[in-house]
C-alpha cells in the first residue's frame, strides 16, 4: 500500500476563496482522522470517521469548516470561506482502530493570503 | 480538558551525547504514543506504552511509561544527527477515547 495519500501538497489561496483538501486512507483501514498543526497549537484533532461516518467534530473550528467521507477511500476537508488564520499543515491519518497506530500522510501547507 | 505537556519544547546538543525529554499531564491516560515528525513530512509511530511502569526499548531510545500513567520519558542514547525531529507524544483518553497530542519536542542533534 502506498500509504495515505493527500493533495494537494501545497495550496496558496486567497482570502474568501473555497478550500478543498483530499485525502486516501490506507484500504482496509476503519478510521480516518483530519488534524491541523500549527507552531502555536501543535496538532489538533479537527474530526474523526468510523466506517466513513462522522463521529466527532467537536474539533472543527467553526461552520465554515466541513468534512466529507462518501467512501472508504475517500475524504475531503473544505474551507468556505478561507481566512489567513486558517494557514496551517493539515494532516489526514488513518487507522484500524480508534486507539491503534496512527498512519499520517504527508501533510497539506496551506496558506491563505 | 486533559493535556500533555511536553517538555523541553526545543533542545540541541552534539552528537553522542544522552538526553531525556518528557510528556506530562495531570490526567490518567489508558495508553501512550510516541511519534516522530521529521520536516515535510507526516508523525510517524515509535512506540505505544500501555502498562503503568513499562519500560520500552528500540535500539538507542528508552521509553517509559509512569507508574500512574499520567507521564513518559523518552531517553536516547548516544543521539546521532538522524534522531533529530519533532517528537510528540499522544495519549488515549481514559474517559473518551480520545486521542491527545502534545505539541511536540523539537530535537537537533549537531554533527
Known amino acids: 500500500d502506498a500509504g495515505v495519500i493527500q493533495s494537494p501538497r501545497h495550496e496558496v489561496t486567497e482570502m474568501g476563496q473555497e478550500v478543498t483538501l483530499r485525502c486516501k486512507p490506507i484500504?482496509?483501514?476503519?478510521?480516518l482522522f483530519w488534524y491541523r498543526q500549527t507552531m502555536m497549537r501543535g496538532l489538533e484533532l479537527l474530526i474523526y470517521f468510523n466506517n466513513n461516518v462522522p463521529i466527532d467534530d467537536s474539533g472543527m473550528p467553526e461552520d465554515r469548516f466541513s468534512a466529507k467521507m462518501p467512501n472508504a477511500s475517500f475524504s475531503t476537508l473544505k474551507i468556505q470561506p478561507s481566512e489567513p488564520r486558517d494557514s496551517a499543515v493539515y494532516f489526514c491519518?488513518?487507522?484500524?482502530?480508534?486507539?491503534?497506530?496512527?498512519?499520517f500522510g504527508q501533510g497539506t501547507r496551506l496558506t491563505v493570503v | 480538558t486533559q493535556l500533555l505537556e511536553q517538555s523541553p519544547q526545543f533542545l540541541s546538543i552534539q552528537e553522542g551525547e544522552n538526553l531525556t525529554v518528557y510528556c506530562n499531564s495531570s490526567s490518567v491516560f489508558s495508553s501512550l504514543q510516541w511519534y516522530r515528525q521529521e520536516p515535510g513530512e507526516g508523525p510517524v509511530l515509535l512506540v505505544t506504552v500501555v502498562t503503568g511502569g513499562e519500560v520500552k526499548k528500540l535500539k538507542r531510545l528508552t521509553f517509559q511509561f509512569g507508574d500512574a500513567r499520567k507521564d513518559s520519558s523518552l531517553h536516547i542514547t548516544a543521539a546521532q544527527p538522524g534522531d533529530t525531529g519533532l517528537y510528540l507524544c499522544a495519549g488515549a483518553s481514559n474517559r473518551d477515547d480520545k486521542i491527545i497530542f502534545g505539541k511536540g519536542t523539537r530535537l537537533h542533534i549537531l554533527p
Open positions: 491519518a488513518s487507522s484500524l482502530n480508534r486507539r491503534g497506530e496512527a498512519f
Open positions: 484500504s482496509g483501514h476503519d478510521y
